[in-house]
């Protein structure tokens, strides 16, 4: 059984900076990609950032060069660095892990609230 454990979620003034972690627990494949969601009220979740177990990276265009998405294989956990806040991002962000075996395994964490407010 895989579980995604995220932390690292709360209240920020605009500009600031916070770091989330998703720890991976169970089963993992070798070949994998590891991604953070969000989802603001009334909004559909949308892909943040996404590493590949060869650390390519993937970001949103709202996100890039202020965002950072990173790995550490050796404790299964990938973290997402986030700069200069905006209002915009305040989001329950969610992390993700699809891995391939015979077929296609795709896992979700509960969720981490973020709010980005004065």
């Known amino acids: 059984q895989v579980q995604l454990v995220e932390s690292g979620g709360g209240l920020v003034q605009p500009g600031g900076s916070l770091r989330l972690s998703c720890a991976v627990s169970?089963?993992?494949?070798?070949?994998?990609?590891m991604g953070w969601y969000r989802q603001a009220p009334g909004k559909q979740r949308e892909l943040v950032a996404s590493?590949?177990?060869?650390?390519?990276?993937n970001y949103a265009d709202s996100v890039k060069g202020r965002f950072a998405i990173s790995r550490d294989n050796a404790k299964n956990t990938v973290y997402l660095q986030m700069n200069s806040l905006e209002p915009e991002d305040t989001a329950v962000y969610y992390c993700?892990?699809?891995?391939w075996g015979v077929g296609t395994y795709d896992y979700w964490g509960q969720g981490t609230q973020v709010t980005v407010s004065s």
């Open positions: 993700n892990l699809v891995q």
């Open positions: 169970g089963s993992i494949f070798r070949i994998n990609t």
């Open positions: 590493i590949t177990s060869r650390g390519s990276t």
